[in-house]
């Protein structure tokens, strides 16, 4: 079982940055790979970056590519997402999620479906 606590959520104007980091339980974290996801409110859950178990591959979201960077440190068994150049549109419930890789040929998923584990959410909030 992993348990995922996010953090680094908040108010921030149009424009800024945040950082959201998300802390895993677990001996296991390094072989799991990471998603980011968003919700706003009425809208279904939607994809925003995911990376693979040893960070050697990544995917983003279109509308957030170039903008938004996640990143891993096993040995603190955290996963981060930067987020620059932020827009009111990014306003939304983040959430961490978590799916072991180790019996699977595929490394990296973008898909909801496709985790185990979900964090509680942390609101991030962008003003015009």
């Known amino acids: 079982q992993v348990q995922l606590v996010e953090s680094g959520g908040g108010l921030v104007q149009a424009g800024g940055s945040l950082r959201l980091s998300c802390a895993a339980s677990?001996?296991?974290?390094?072989?799991?790979?990471m998603g980011w996801f968003r919700q706003a409110p009425g809208k279904e859950r939607e994809f925003v970056a995911a990376i693979s178990w040893n960070g050697g591959v990544t995917h983003y979201a279109e509308s957030v590519k170039g903008r938004f960077t996640i990143s891993r440190d096993n040995a603190k068994n955290t996963v981060y997402l930067l987020m620059g150049s932020l827009f009111p549109e990014d306003t939304a419930v983040y959430y961490c999620?978590?799916?072991?890789?180790?019996?699977?040929?595929?490394?990296?998923?973008?898909?909801?479906?496709?985790?185990?584990?979900w964090g509680q959410g942390t609101q991030v909030t962008v003003s015009s």
């Open positions: 999620a978590a799916v072991d890789t180790r019996s699977s040929i595929v490394v990296i998923n973008t898909t909801p479906d496709g985790y185990d584990y």
């Open positions: 677990g001996r296991t974290f390094s072989s799991y790979c």
